[in-house]
């Protein structure tokens, strides 16, 4: 499936999301953990969204066991218009609808299993 590229490009080996290219200029040090392609609900095409290990803050301002999280970062154009502001901790961003589902279903899957086990 092709990927809308409006906010990330490709070279088929590495996945570069603009995103992420503007936290690394910033000093958040993003390190992408995992990648997950959704297809697009309104155009022809998939966005791609990635879990980073991410500071909340410039590396000069963080600390480095309480200023590192996690979180997704997508390529669509809601996240990249609405969700991000540089202006802001990383932690503040919001999620756009693909992020949304991601972290749902990731929920509902750790629910299952704890229903395996009890
Ligand atoms: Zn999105």
Not at 21 to 44: F, G
Not at 53 to 79: I, K
Not at 95 to 105: A, G, M, T
């Amino acid at each position: 499936m092709q990927l809308i590229d409006d906010h990330v490009s490709t070279d088929g080996a590495t996945v570069r999301f603009d995103v992420l290219t503007e936290l690394e200029q910033a000093h958040h040090n993003p390190e992408i953990q995992q990648l997950r392609v959704h297809p697009s609900d309104s155009r022809a095409g998939a966005h791609v969204l990635a879990e980073v290990e991410v500071l909340d803050v410039p590396v000069e301002e963080a600390d480095a066991v309480e200023d590192t999280l996690t979180r997704w970062v997508c390529s669509c154009e809601d996240f990249w218009y609405n969700r991000v502001d540089f202006g802001q901790p990383v932690s503040e961003w919001g999620e756009c609808k693909h992020i949304r589902n991601e972290v749902r279903s990731k929920r509902a899957a750790a629910d299952d299993d704890q229903q395996t086990l009890g």
